[in-house]
């Protein structure tokens, strides 16, 4: 097998895993917001009480679960395009709402002053920049 086989090959298996991690990862947390709405809301409303961000918790809960829906959503479809087609175009706009979602967190973190919290974002925020990255090769 020639060296650029290697690299399509193994391109294409990282898309798969990409996109089935990110799917993961968001429909969890997406599904979690909408089962344990009073508990999400409540952590939020506590997390953000000292926030300029404090009188938003009901707006912004809604708006985070639903890019985390969608980012994993359109990463889980994308994940079936890629396996049955070689198709990453769905994947790669579930990785970009992915991004936006976790800047979106990171963002949240940062104006709450939870800067732990902020630091372990950027590991899966760095993951989808490779997403992106990955689900744009053909």
């Not at 990110?22 to 947390?29: K, M």
């Amino acid at each position: 097998m020639t060296a650029i086989l290697h690299l399509v090959e193994a391109t294409y298996v990282m898309q798969i895993f990409v996109s089935a991690f990110l799917a993961i990862l968001f429909l969890q947390s997406g599904i979690d917001k909408i089962i344990d709405r009073r508990g999400n809301f409540e952590w939020l409303k506590g997390h953000f009480a000292k926030s300029p961000l404090a009188g938003t918790v009901p707006f912004l809960l809604i708006c985070l679960t639903i890019l985390e829906l969608g980012a994993g959503a359109l990463s889980a479809i994308g994940c079936v395009l890629v396996i049955l087609f070689k198709d990453p175009t769905i994947a790669f706009y579930g990785a970009i709402l992915s991004a936006a979602a976790i800047t979106a967190l990171f963002f949240g973190q940062r104006i709450a002053k939870e800067y732990p919290g902020a630091a372990v974002l950027v590991p899966y925020f760095l993951l989808t920049l490779a997403a992106i990255y990955l689900l744009a090769q053909e």
